[in-house]
């Protein structure tokens, strides 16, 4: 007994996965709260309107801050013994990052009233909300700086904290609003949430004290040519992605409203608003370990190891997780939704499995991430996205609803046999 535990102490991945898991609970049981308020007094119609608005400004806050995430997280644990280095990594990424959040938001101000219009479409005017928005893009520019710092530092344990103190101050915020003013506060409440997670990490990070840089040196002015090529690479990595997949979700949720219905989406919305719970425990688990270890050491061999390592020790746990969703997945219904939500039961077997193949896939595919590879990244993704996007097309007009969660696991089959093949080399070669 006393050796297994030597073991598992000496484990830096489960170590980390036992204390993540303390944020996962957390997430899940405030997100068990916040999907019920929303179940009930949004419904399943506005839950397809949120998710709508969710996609937007998931690819809205990746812009602003042009997708520098990985990046960031990359060169910190690259240059941690190297300030200068460092201090210019971020000047530069802050003068980039600005310069975007600024174009992004002048244009949400101008369009605000026509985003309305296509992406609400309700008969309240929610034009105020795109131009909140609009404002609260350099406040999550500095929230990404001072997040990628600690991950690339690896300070695993205060990074997981300031997460924790987030999800609680914008679920209560979310709750409240959602709660008295229905989907017009769960709008808003989704509008807020960018400047909540700046103010929260700033006054973690100089609660920090002496121990951090001080912000005003890292977000200063300064800009060097040659650290903006190498680290607009991984901004059209992360753009991509972040621009191309809310866009085809949003496509995709519209020809689901089209070709079945308004509540159709809504289930589907639920399902993914679960998924994203549960793979909450992996995503961030890949992104605390995998990158900044291969990160320090971009060898083959490291990125065997370190895939090796993190199947051994993580897959079983996410499999355990994946079929005690399914087999419980009416009593979370039950108790995360209303009655209108019992259809989305269906498509629980389909996401189960895909989600099962995106964390083989996801932890795979930072390989691009670690050597900054911007050719193969790019062939796979837009591969990928499309993939999804025609696969959906022809399933939902054959399966109705289910047809998006079987394109969804049909595109991670296809995006795992093309990841082997473009990776083939990294992978096998001895």
């Known amino acids: 007994m006393k050796r297994l535990l030597h073991q598992l102490n000496k484990n830096v991945l489960l170590k980390l996965a036992g204390f993540n898991s303390i944020h996962v609970f957390i997430k899940i049981g405030t997100g068990a709260i916040m999907s019920w308020i929303l179940a009930n007094y949004v419904g399943a119609a506005g839950m397809g309107i949120l998710g709508n608005l969710r996609n937007f400004m998931q690819g809205l806050l990746s812009f602003s801050v042009l997708g520098l995430e990985n990046g960031l997280v990359k060169n910190t644990a690259q240059f941690q013994q190297e300030p200068f280095a460092l201090k210019r990594t971020y000047n530069t990424s802050w003068v980039l990052s600005l310069c975007a959040s600024i174009i992004a938001a002048i244009t949400i101000f101008i369009f605000a009233s026509w985003l309305d219009e296509?992406?609400?479409?309700?008969?309240?005017?929610?034009?105020?909300?795109?131009?909140?928005?609009?404002?609260?893009?350099?406040?999550?520019?500095?929230?990404?700086?001072?997040?990628?710092?600690?991950?690339?530092?690896?300070?695993?344990?205060?990074?997981?904290?300031?997460?924790?103190?987030?999800?609680?101050?914008?679920?209560?915020?979310?709750?409240?609003?959602?709660?008295?003013?229905?989907?017009?506060?769960?709008?808003?409440?989704?509008?807020?949430?960018?400047?909540?997670?700046?103010?929260?990490a700033i006054i973690f990070w100089n609660s920090l004290g002496s121990k951090v840089t001080k912000l005003k040196e890292l977000l200063k002015l300064h800009f060097d040519k040659a650290t903006s090529q190498t680290m607009l690479k991984y901004s059209i990595m992360a753009l991509v992605s972040a621009l191309l997949i809310p866009l085809v979700n949003i496509l995709v949720r519209d020809q689901v409203r089209v070709e079945v219905s308004d509540e159709a989406a809504g289930w589907w919305e639920a399902v993914v608003r679960i998924s994203g719970h549960y793979m909450l425990f992996v995503t961030s688990l890949i992104s605390l370990y995998v990158l900044p270890n291969l990160s320090k050491d971009a060898s083959a061999a490291n990125y065997k190891k370190t895939i090796v390592k993190f199947y051994k020790n993580i897959l079983p746990l996410v499999i355990v997780g994946l079929i005690g969703v399914y087999f419980f997945r009416d009593l979370i219904i039950a108790i995360l939704f209303s009655k209108e939500f019992e259809p989305a039961s269906s498509l629980f077997k389909w996401q189960l499995l895909g989600d099962f193949i995106k964390v083989i896939t996801t932890v795979m595919a930072f390989r691009f991430i670690a050597l900054n590879d911007l050719k193969r990244y790019l062939i796979a993704e837009v591969l990928s996205v499309f993939s999804f996007y025609l696969m959906a097309l022809v399933f939902i007009g054959s399966f109705q609803e289910e047809g998006v969660v079987i394109a969804y696991l049909g595109n991670y089959i296809f995006y795992f046999f093309l990841l082997l093949f473009i990776l083939r080399k990294d992978l096998f070669k001895k």
């Open 118 to 200: 296509q992406l609400i479409a309700t008969d309240v005017d929610f034009s105020l909300a795109f131009k909140l928005i609009a404002v609260s893009l350099p406040f999550y520019v500095v929230f990404v700086f001072i997040t990628s710092l600690m991950q690339g530092f690896e300070w695993y344990k205060k990074f997981i904290t300031l997460n924790i103190i987030i999800s609680l101050i914008v679920f209560c915020f979310s709750a409240y609003l959602a709660y008295q003013y229905n989907l017009e506060g769960a709008l808003y409440s989704l509008a807020i949430v960018p400047f909540l997670q700046c103010f929260a």
